[in-house]
């Protein structure tokens, strides 16, 4: 394909036409060039949408540069739930009218209503800004496609589909959120080169490196939630925070799924209980669990969710409403192995990372990070969709979307409790 926005997005692991919504044949031709430059300035609104980076929910992540004779002449990026909107704020950091023939580039379509804080397609037009470059189309009905047609309309020249499945990966979560109209439940788990997650013995820190483990807080930084099981709460006794030298400790919501409430022991309760972020963490349990335990969580401060269940293990679909209820936008599930399997039997598993590191157990006993499928023939495997690798250090990182086949089979002895 010879040049043209589409020919940077076919590139991309996400097609341009599914997230531009245009088709191919009515988006602009440029030159090689113009469009090398685009990209540069996108990648730049990209990196400013990143200042943002967990601070936005349920908001988007946005960026936006404002580009006048081939210099950035001002900047600008959204930076939380209900603030201004990156067009917005580059156009007043810019704090004067805009050249005749400036550019502005935004990593989202800019909205065409009036959300709490007015279209920035109002801003554009008013300001005179002459061309727009954008990234991904905005998932939101009321602004998908339309932004486009409104600007063209007023006479604006509009690129799209530039830098798209970066621009589009920024938002994972709000997309998710805005099309699903739910959280996007993510799992993660990091593994040996044969796909063990620990040893015959249960061990498992240390298969990844520093870098890949770093990376990991970066998206516990993002996710509004993180979830583990009882197993993992009783065996690592884990913080589940965000530590980050140079910033403030940060405490997502912190989900302990414990159908039983058997993490709730006489003896010293686990952390995550008794921190000073203990109200952060809230307990997903059945009926089985015990009201004196649920009372001895409540006395510590923890919230408590308890789902009607005839079994001890907690209805994942429930649990998913509950979480659009309350506006969490997404959870990121850091095992064990037996909470991140239940989710996937019951379809539950939305994105997965997977850090795989190069190092070898060779061990058919060694621990397996999924389990209780039953699965005879590869077309009834899971599988990603819209697949990133990343490099940290010597391990790497594949994470996608999670696309489920038609038919998948649940092993009998897939059943077993909530916890692990
Ligand atoms: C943009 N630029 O920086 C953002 C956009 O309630 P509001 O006013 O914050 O509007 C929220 C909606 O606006 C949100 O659902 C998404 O469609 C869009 N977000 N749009 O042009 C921005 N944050
Ligand atoms: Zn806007």
């Known amino acids: 394909m010879a040049g043209g926005a589409e020919g940077n997005a076919q590139r991309s692991t996400f097609s341009a036409e599914r997230l531009s919504g245009e088709p191919l044949a009515a988006r602009s031709r440029l030159p090689e060039d113009k469009r090398l430059l685009d990209e540069r300035f996108m990648r730049r609104a990209v990196e400013l949408a990143r200042s943002a980076w967990g601070m936005t929910h349920p908001n988007p992540m946005v960026g936006a540069?404002?580009?006048?004779?081939?210099?950035?002449?001002?900047?600008?990026?959204?930076?939380?739930?209900?603030?201004?909107?990156?067009?917005?704020?580059?156009?007043?950091?810019?704090?004067?009218?805009?050249?005749?023939?400036?550019?502005?580039?935004?990593?989202?379509?800019?909205?065409?209503?009036?959300?709490?804080?007015?279209?920035?397609?109002?801003?554009?037009?008013?300001?005179?800004?002459?061309?727009?470059?954008?990234?991904?189309?905005?998932?939101?009905?009321?602004?998908?496609?339309?932004?486009?047609?409104?600007?063209?309309?007023?006479?604006?020249?509009?690129?799209?589909?530039?830098?798209?499945?970066?621009?589009?990966?920024?938002?994972?979560?709000?997309?998710?959120?805005?099309?699903?109209?739910?959280?996007?439940?993510?799992?993660?788990?990091?593994?040996?080169?044969?796909?063990?997650?620990?040893?015959?013995?249960g061990e498992s820190k240390w298969i990844t490196g520093e870098l890949a483990r770093a990376d990991v807080m970066r998206w516990r930084r993002l996710f509004p939630a993180i979830a583990v099981g009882a197993g993992t709460v009783m065996k690592d006794n884990p913080k589940l925070t965000v530590r980050v030298e140079g910033a403030e400790e940060w405490c997502p919501w912190r989900f302990v799924f414990d159908g039983l409430l058997r993490s709730v022991v006489d003896r010293a309760l686990p952390q995550v209980f008794t921190d000073e972020f203990r109200e952060r963490t809230i307990?997903?349990?059945?009926?089985?669990?015990?009201?004196?335990?649920?009372?001895?969580?409540?006395?510590?401060?923890?919230q408590v969710w308890t789902f009607p269940s005839a079994t001890q293990r907690v209805p994942l679909g429930d649990f998913r409403k509950k979480c659009a209820e309350e506006k969490i936008t997404g959870v990121y599930l850091e095992g064990g192995a037996q909470l991140v399997s239940e989710f996937l039997q019951e379809r539950q598993v939305d994105y997965y990372f997977m850090y795989r590191a190069p190092v070898l157990l060779g061990d058919e006993r060694a621990k397996a990070g999924f389990s209780g499928l039953r699965t005879e023939k590869i077309e009834q495997a899971v599988r990603l969709a819209d697949v990133r690798h990343e490099v940290f250090g010597d391990d790497q990182l594949m994470r996608g979307r999670v696309v489920y086949p038609q038919k998948m089979q649940v092993d009998e002895n897939g059943g077993r409790g909530a916890g692990g």
């Not at 997903?284 to 004196?292: D, K, S």
């Open 65 to 201: 540069v404002i580009v006048e004779d081939g210099e950035i002449v001002a900047e600008g990026f959204h930076a939380m739930d209900g603030g201004p909107h990156a067009e917005r704020v580059a156009l007043a950091a810019l704090g004067r009218k805009p050249k005749p023939r400036a550019t502005l580039y935004v990593t989202l379509e800019p909205c065409s209503t009036p959300g709490r804080t007015g279209a920035c397609c109002d801003a554009i037009k008013e300001a005179g800004i002459s061309r727009v470059v954008v990234g991904a189309t905005d998932p939101f009905e009321e602004h998908a496609g339309n932004g486009f047609a409104v600007l063209r309309e007023a006479g604006v020249e509009v690129v799209s589909g530039v830098l798209a499945g970066d621009c589009a990966d920024l938002n994972l979560i709000f997309n998710h959120w805005i099309t699903k109209r739910g959280p996007l439940i993510a799992a993660k788990s990091a593994v040996t080169l044969d796909g063990k997650i620990a040893t015959r013995t």
């Open 283 to 302: 307990v997903v349990t059945t009926p089985h669990g015990g009201l004196g335990y649920v009372r001895k969580l409540r006395d510590q401060g923890v």
